[in-house]
């Protein structure tokens, strides 16, 4: 091959390269700016060389804020027994349950309990499934693509969920202690027996629109449902157990010591062990600094039980929020908290702080949108429920850090986490508190007609 075949071949790679260069494309006289803008220098050189071959968290970290970890806290709310939600999304489950068993376990002065994730969730999974079939019988008469229609069919069944979750599902079908409904391999591991129920709920669902086209009644098609639900009932009952109707438990002291033996149901343990009425005496509150404050939300179809309530919630500066929580945990209150856990997150020593890692200075950039921008452009929403228990206040009465019970199982700090209050600034999101802490300018709120919002809001994914 001689010289004039190289200058053809790259005369043509120029003209083919020219071609993509029009009308917002990157051209040749582009290329050469961004080329000629990137100049390496020994520390450039050296920081490629140590992106090549480590972790860019490892080499971000910010040794400054490793000086500052502490484990103190001025106030807490002691609790007894750590969970795990295992491979599952069941984080808000498992958040709102611990919630309660640390107020069962103060008022009879018990040792390490919890309530039965498993009962819930089985409850949980059959709620939802009727939930999707009975909005494919609302939706019958709608095209396959109207928006709501095309929704239902992407989430027919999830493990994750809200608070609202928690109160109508135990309101309606009460609780049970976690001996009495213990943990199996499917409800530790969920994505397997969801996908397969989730792929009959889409059948079924395709099933009913067809008999609807057919001229089939709602009251056939609800006919039609229930037989469905009988399909998914034994579905779950063989992979999670079928759920007691009645049992006989001990309740033990601190100290292990046998105190009483009664029969139960569900809905008498829940009443003597909680008897709380979830569904009014407890308020989401919500720092979504991308929509107006001092409002009240709604969010369409956003529910755990057909008949139960949509997910409601105040929207709030992140102040407020704060002067709610501190009074709940000075008040021995553990609260349902969830956040964006995976930010700037020390998982070694489980501790959340945005100046944790670097960024900037590794990059040679800022990296600079606020907690609005973030959650406008997709960058940041809530994705982990936990237990908030702890408050490390100064001489004036302001937060400097808070912790959380997670369930994730034993590890660093017990199983807890740790957050600054910056980071608390930036990545908490939702907080659900007794009306008892609520302050009159929210009661107020609370009076508004809600603003409803859709279900496929990008902002209200579930939580896991």
């Known amino acids: 091959m001689n010289r004039n075949y190289f200058l053809t071949m790259a005369l043509a790679a120029g003209c083919a390269f020219a071609a993509y260069g029009q009308k917002g494309g990157i051209s040749p006289q582009m290329l050469q700016q961004l080329q000629q803008s990137y100049q390496e220098t020994p520390a450039d050189r050296a920081i490629r060389h140590a992106l090549s071959n480590n972790n860019i968290n490892t080499l971000a970290i910010n040794s400054e804020s490793l000086n500052n970890y502490d484990t103190y806290f001025s106030d807490k709310v002691e609790s007894k027994g750590i969970t795990d939600q295992q491979s599952s999304g069941r984080c808000w489950l498992f958040a709102g349950l611990n919630v309660l068993r640390a107020k069962a376990i103060a008022k009879y002065d018990m040792g390490e309990f919890k309530f039965s994730q498993n009962y819930a969730f089985f409850w949980d999974q059959l709620e939802k499934a009727n939930l999707f079939l009975q909005g494919i019988i609302d939706t019958r008469e709608k095209p396959m ?4 229609v095309e929704w239902l069919f992407k989430h027919p069944l999830s493990d994750g969920g809200q608070f609202t979750g928690v ?22 591991n969920t994505s397997r027996m969801a996908n397969l129920i989730s792929l009959k709920l889409k059948e079924f669902g395709l099933e009913l629109r067809e008999l609807s086209a057919n001229g089939k009644s709602a009251a056939d098609l609800e006919s039609r449902k229930t037989e469905m639900l009988k399909t998914v009932y034994r579905m779950l009952a063989l992979t999670l157990g079928e759920p007691p109707t009645k049992f006989t438990w001990t309740r033990r002291d601190a100290k292990g010591n046998p105190v009483e033996t009664k029969e139960y149901t569900p ?33 369409d179809y956003d529910r755990h039980v057909y008949d139960g309530k949509n997910w409601t919630y105040v929207n709030l500066p992140i102040e407020d929020i704060k002067q709610m929580a501190i009074a709940s945990i000075k008040d021995s209150t553990m609260l349902y908290f969830s956040c964006d856990v995976g930010k700037y997150f020390d998982r070694e020593r489980g501790y959340l702080d945005v100046d944790y890692y670097d960024y ?20 940041s929403g809530s994705s982990h429920a936990m237990t908030l228990m702890a408050v490390d206040l100064d001489e004036n ?41 609520v302050t009159d300018k929210v009661k107020e709120v609370l009076k508004q007609t809600p603003v409803r919002l859709p279900a496929w809001d990008p902002m209200f994914a579930d939580e896991d």
């Open 145 to 148: 693509d109207d928006k709501m």
């Open 167 to 188: 109160s109508d599902l135990l309101m309606k079908y009460g609780i049970v202690p976690a001996e009495v409904m213990v943990e199996t391999y499917s409800s530790n």
């Open 267 to 299: 809905q008498s343990f829940y009443q003597e062990f909680v008897g709380d009425d979830l569904s009014n005496n407890y308020v989401m509150l919500m720092n979504d600094p991308s929509r107006e404050f001092y409002k009240l939300y709604e969010i």
């Open 360 to 379: 900037g200075s590794l990059f040679g950039t800022e990296f600079g949108m606020d907690k609005k921008e973030r959650i406008q452009t997709f960058s």
């Open 397 to 437: 009465g302001k937060p400097k850090k808070w912790m959380v019970e997670n369930s994730w199982g034993q590890g660093v700090n017990g199983g807890h986490l740790i957050m600054t209050d910056k980071w608390f600034d930036e990545y908490m999101f939702r907080l659900v508190v007794n009306q008892k802490y």
